[in-house]
């Protein structure tokens, strides 16, 4: 089902995909920044659940700055000195937080309008052409993005990419979790399990210094499940500073498997993460502060929790990371899929 989701400031119209199950577990998409907008669970009495962090129209992503729902690329999170070199050439990106590039912003891919070409009530393809030197990378890149919500209650999100010269493709879904509901308050109960034993550890910018660290003994460990809360406000390094959880934890395995699970006791809805991707930057809504989101519901620090399932931050920068290079003639596709229990 197709819905107005308002104009955005150039006049375009934005619209409202929704996918429905038969267990009464919706979804809604825009094609506005290929955006992740709502997950509505069924309740007994036959109410729903929200529990995606979001807003009412488009317009509300188009000025939202904390990349709520948002599809990002070319590349997700940072690139150190917001430079790379490839191929002997070095690219010069914009500086977005501090000295570094965040997200390949400015010009980010969750603030344009992206094509539609399939849609029905199971599942939306959304498209895009980033031109050559796009953000500063190399190359055009075509991208297309799949949402599907199917009968076992999981959104699965693929991505398929194709690039006309070596670049940089690292993609993934940054949406907002809040498992009791969006508008419910922090997710510091919230209780978390990571199949990894090992994060990328980071400078005080949060840019890798290029050593994975075991979670050994220290507040990162999430091999069994603890609340999110339990360790947040600990004085170790990672935690300082990030303000809190905002790091890559290196996924156990390789291929398609499970990646991390979260429960929330007082909504007894349980979310899992499956993924092919190398890492998974697990971020606590540390700066979230007074965001005016969807039914009046206004956002505060911590209110939801990303997993965001991509190639190691910086990893461009450092040669014993996964490679986020895409070649030329190569075809980039990726899975990431949250399932829900309810």
Not at 43 to 50: A, F, I, N, R, V
Not at 253 to 268: D, F, I, L, P, Q
Request: glycine residues 10%; charged residues 25%; contains cysteine.
């Amino acid at each position: 089902m197709k819905k107005d989701f308002g104009t955005l400031k150039n006049g375009e119209k934005a619209w409202l995909y929704i996918l429905k199950n038969e267990n009464g577990m919706e979804i809604a998409v825009s094609n506005y920044g290929a955006s992740w907008v709502s997950a509505w669970i069924p309740e007994k009495g036959g109410t729903k659940k929200d529990i995606l962090l979001g807003y009412d129209t488009a317009a509300g992503y188009e000025a939202g700055g904390e990349a709520i729902g948002a599809l990002v690329g070319r590349n997700a999170n940072r690139i150190g000195g917001a430079e790379f070199t490839l191929n002997g050439k070095t690219y010069h990106l914009s500086k977005t937080l501090g000295e570094n590039n965040l997200h390949s912003g400015p010009d980010f891919f969750h603030k344009r309008l992206w094509q539609v070409t399939e849609e029905d009530d199971s599942h939306v393809v959304f498209a895009l052409k980033s031109p050559e030197g796009d953000q500063g990378f190399p190359g055009v890149l075509s991208v297309c993005v799949t949402y599907a919500l199917d009968n076992e209650n999981e959104v699965r999100i693929s991505y398929h990419a194709e690039a006309s010269e070596d670049t940089i493709c690292n993609m993934t879904n940054h949406a907002y979790f809040n498992l009791n509901g969006h508008d419910s308050g922090d997710i510091l109960s919230h209780e978390v399990w990571v199949d990894a034993d090992t994060y990328t550890r980071t400078d005080i910018d949060s840019i890798p210094t290029g050593e994975l660290v075991s979670v050994d003994g220290t507040p990162m460990d999430f091999r069994e499940m603890k609340s999110i809360g339990r360790d947040i406000e600990q004085n170790y390094e990672a935690l300082v500073y990030g303000k809190g959880y905002d790091h890559n934890w290196v996924i156990n395995g390789e291929a398609y498997r499970k990646a991390a699970e979260m429960t929330a006791k007082e909504s007894k809805i349980t979310m899992e993460i499956y993924t092919d991707r190398p890492g998974v930057q697990i971020y606590s809504g540390n700066f979230l502060n007074n965001e005016r989101g969807k039914e009046g519901a206004v956002y505060q620090k911590r209110g939801g929790i990303c997993f965001e399932t991509q190639a190691f931050p910086d990893a461009i920068n450092h040669e014993n990371f996964p490679s986020p290079v895409l070649r030329k003639g190569e075809v980039w596709e990726t899975t990431t899929a949250y399932k829900f229990m309810f």
